[in-house]
């Protein structure tokens, strides 16, 4: 059986669709799908055309402290180890070759409709599968996690 894979792609791949991957796989495991399905994530930041500067930074742990900080806290608290997840850029291949894609935040879905048009038809908003009015939009680095819970 060939392994269907589930992409999350937002701006940057650096908190929120790293984490959602991280929790779909984590979910997978828990259900015992984990031989049929693995999800990972993407960035559109540095390839979409009205996006084309790459991020500053590859990976949560090389922003300043004061912007880090918050996410770090909430990552500790819930044991989440995202050290080895580095930004990577979406590419037509991964775009083509996956199951699934599910973009965090509508500016990101209309990117990806631009990019490949070819394979808008698995495209998807996440919070489109509940509430198509709400999205998942960057965290603003001054408000924590803790205050959001």
């Known amino acids: 059986m060939k392994l269907k894979t589930i992409v999350y792609v937002d701006r940057g791949d650096i908190i929120r669709a790293p984490l959602a991957a991280y929790y779909t796989n984590y979910k997978l495991i828990e259900y015992g799908l984990k031989a049929q399905y693995i999800a990972f994530s993407r960035r559109i930041q540095g390839v979409a055309p009205d996006d084309p500067v790459p991020p500053l930074f590859d990976r949560i742990y ?16 819930h044991n989440i180890d995202m050290s080895g997840h580095i930004s990577t850029p979406i590419d037509p291949e991964t775009a083509r070759c996956t199951t699934c894609i599910v973009a965090m935040d509508r500016k990101t879905l209309t990117s990806l409709h631009s990019l490949y048009p070819d ?6 908003l996440l919070t489109g ?12 680095p001054e408000i924590t996690f803790s205050q959001q819970e």
């Open 129 to 140: 599968f509940i509430n198509p009015d709400f999205e998942i939009s960057d965290p603003d």
């Open 119 to 124: 394979c808008a038809w698995k495209m998807n």
């Open 62 to 77: 090389q922003y300043p402290p004061d912007l880090r900080e918050p996410f770090m806290v909430w990552l500790e608290h």
